[in-house]
Nanobody, 119 residues
Framework: QVQLVESGGGLVQAGGSLRLSCAGS????????MGWFRQAPGKERELVAT????????AYADSVKGRFTISRDNAKNTVFLQMNSLKPEDTAVYYC????????????WGQGTQVTVSS
């Protein structure tokens, strides 16, 4: 079992950058596949980016490709989401999540961090 805590959200102007962090508990953080999701008001939750257990494989939603970068530091039990060239449509609550297998279902979720991009 792993507990996840996100941080780094805030208010930023369009074109700006933010770096989200997700700290995980436990000694087996490196055994989890990790993902970042977001949910805007009135919209469904969207998968933003994923990263493999060792960090060698990543994937992104088309809407953020080329602007966001997911990475992880297993020694520090942390996964990051670097967000550049932010747009107002990136405004949402961002969640990190962990799963044990490669199935679509994520097993553990953080509480979320708000990102607001002003125009």
């Amino acid at each position: 079992q792993v507990q996840l805590v996100e941080s780094g959200g805030g208010l930023v102007q369009a074109g700006g950058s933010l770096r989200l962090s997700c700290a995980g508990s436990g000694r087996t953080f490196g055994s989890y596949y990790m993902g970042w999701f977001r949910q805007a008001p009135g919209k469904e939750r969207e998968l933003v980016a994923t990263i493999s257990r060792g960090g060698g494989s990543t994937a992104y939603a088309d809407s953020v490709k080329g602007r966001f970068t997911i990475s992880r530091d297993n020694a520090k039990n942390t996964v990051f989401l670097q967000m550049n060239s932010l747009k107002p449509e990136d405004t949402a609550v961002y969640y990190c999540a962990a799963k044990v297998t490669t199935t679509k279902t994520y097993d553990y979720w953080g509480q979320g961090t708000q990102v607001t991009v002003s125009s």
